[in-house]
C-alpha cells in the first residue's frame, strides 16, 4: 500500500496555540488505504527545507524549529510557506542523543 516510511505531519496551522497533527505512514494506494477506513491526507508538491536533527525526540524537534525560525530563515531570506510541514522518523531509540530524523520545512522567499 506504501512505504514504511513513518512520518508526522503538521497541517492546516490557523493559529500559533492550535495545530493539526497526524502521524502515519506514506501511501502510494489512496484508494486502498481510504477503503481500510484510514485518514488520508494528499499534499500538493512544495519547496522543502530538509533539516537533519540528531539527539531525543522531542528535543531535536524543537531545536530544529529554533534553528529554522532564527538562523535558516533570516539568513537565507525565506518564510514559512503555510504548506504541511513534515517529521521524518527512522528507525532507532528516539530517546537516544544519537538517534536521527529530518523535518521538512515548506519555504517561500520572504
Not at 524543537?62 to 528507525?91: L, Q, R, T
Amino acid at each position: 500500500m506504501g512505504s514504511d516510511q513513518s512520518m508526522g505531519v503538521c497541517h492546516d496551522v490557523e493559529n500559533s496555540s492550535t495545530i493539526n497533527y497526524m502521524a502515519g505512514y506514506i501511501v502510494n494506494d489512496v484508494d486502498k488505504a481510504t477503503s481500510m477506513g484510514l485518514d488520508v491526507l494528499e499534499v500538493e508538491e512544495a519547496e522543502y527545507a530538509v533539516v537533519e536533527l540528531v539527539g531525543s525526540v522531542p528535543e531535536c524537534i524543537h531545536n530544529g524549529w529554533k534553528y529554522a525560525m532564527e538562523v535558516f530563515f533570516p539568513e537565507h531570506g525565506y518564510i514559512h510557506s503555510e504548506k504541511p510541514d513534515f517529521e521524518y522518523y527512522y528507525e532507532g531509540d528516539m530517546h537516544s542523543k544519537d538517534y536521527k530524523m529530518e523535518l521538512w520545512i515548506p519555504i517561500t522567499k520572504a
